[in-house]
């Protein structure tokens, strides 16, 4: 009895909040509405989303200024690395004081995972490559590889190879380069990276150069590392907060967008949730397509509803045994889609 009240009374407070909040969110848009009818807001700038906090964001335009930025009622689900329209406030001396984001342009791309409630949410956009990282320690299961490679190519987004940590690789390159060379014969971007040397991070730098990136990978192969390098300076991280949002900087988990004007205006958008981006759930189809050296042969089975396992007339079976297919990424292959099942 006492039970049911409670929950009744807690549904009631929860309501409450609820009305409140739309309460508030609808003032506001009708402030924002008439600031902008009263021409308060400037023209419409272009910018691009570097971080956000519910419906608060901060937008960096076109030059380093990073504004606090609150969203029009009708603008939801906005992510990291959206290219938005704003309109900033000015103070009396010209200074501008926050903004009113009014339009999202439409994405080039977009990082997905499921919320605690396995439903898909964006977490950032616009991303040009995904810097997979692996290291020499804690060594890398060429299955794990693969399942981020899949889950990149799923995404549409241009996948990299970053094997970090080699001041600990043998002089001959061991096993693991074996393991990169068939990475790079199947066209894919390989970069080696140490955290222990002044030059190791020379050829990152090159290969994010003027675009934006993504860091993934397995805990222990360096991310923080890399990227604590990449940003030494303190402030530059910081720079990416406006004044208020440092505050509330803990209490966010969301994707942030970085800046290294020394690399060409490489961008990097980091966050736990893209972190840990390749454990996504993914179909069979996705993976059967996600191994880009298959792709030739798809569609060519005797029977088109081939599950390549031992059907006659397989035609990535047959290129298994040709030797066009490497076997390794064929067992890898079906380790994940009979994964897929397990979970
Ligand atoms: N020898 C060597 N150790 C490194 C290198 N880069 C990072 N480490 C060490 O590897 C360990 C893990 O590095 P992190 O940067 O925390 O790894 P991470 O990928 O960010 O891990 P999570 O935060 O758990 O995702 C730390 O002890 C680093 O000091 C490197 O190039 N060489
Ligand atoms: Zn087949």
Redesign the pocket.
């Known amino acids: 009895m006492s039970k049911r009240k409670l929950s009744r009374q807690q549904r009631w407070r929860i309501e409450k909040i609820q009305a409140e909040r739309a309460k508030r969110a609808e003032q506001r848009d009708e402030q924002d509405r008439s600031k902008l009818a009263a021409g308060e807001y400037g023209p419409e700038r272009t910018g691009r989303v570097i971080a956000h906090f519910g419906r608060t964001l901060d937008v960096q335009g076109a030059g380093e200024e990073i504004v606090r930025c609150h969203l029009r009622a009708n603008l939801e689900g906005l992510v990291t690395g959206d290219r938005v329209i704003w309109r900033a406030a000015q103070d009396i001396e010209g200074n501008i004081v926050e903004g009113v984001v009014v339009a999202r342009s439409d994405r080039q791309n977009v990082l997905e995972r499921p919320d605690p409630r396995g439903q898909l949410k964006p977490v950032a956009a616009n991303i040009d490559q995904i810097l997979i990282?692996f290291?020499v320690?804690p060594a890398p299961h060429p299955n794990l590889i693969d399942r981020y490679l899949v889950a990149a190519e799923a995404t549409g987004i241009a996948p990299a190879l970053v094997l970090?940590?080699?001041?600990?690789l043998p002089e001959d390159g061991g096993e693991l380069g074996e393991l990169l060379a068939r990475y790079e014969a199947l066209g894919y971007p390989v970069v080696t990276?140490?955290?222990?040397r002044a030059e190791?991070l020379d050829a990152l730098l090159e290969c994010l150069a003027g675009r934006t990136s993504v860091f993934v990978?397995?805990?222990?192969?360096?991310?923080?590392?890399?990227i604590?390098r990449l940003l030494p300076d303190e402030s530059l991280r910081i720079g990416a907060l406006s004044k208020d949002s440092r505050k509330g900087t803990h209490t966010t988990t969301t994707a942030r967008l970085y800046r290294l004007p020394a690399a060409d205006d490489a961008e990097l958008i980091d966050s736990p949730g893209i972190?840990e981006f390749g454990l996504i759930h993914l179909d069979e189809q996705q993976v059967t397509e996600g191994f880009i050296e298959f792709r030739d042969y798809l569609g060519h089975c005797r029977f088109r509803d081939c599950r390549h396992r031992q059907e006659p007339g397989c035609a990535l079976l047959e290129a298994v045994e040709r030797g066009d297919i490497h076997p390794e990424r064929f067992a890898s292959y079906r380790h994940i889609v009979d994964s897929l099942n397990e979970t």
């Open positions: 990282v290291a320690e970090n940590k080699i001041d600990l990276t140490t955290t222990a190791g990978g397995q805990s222990g192969v360096g991310k923080s590392s890399l604590d972190r």
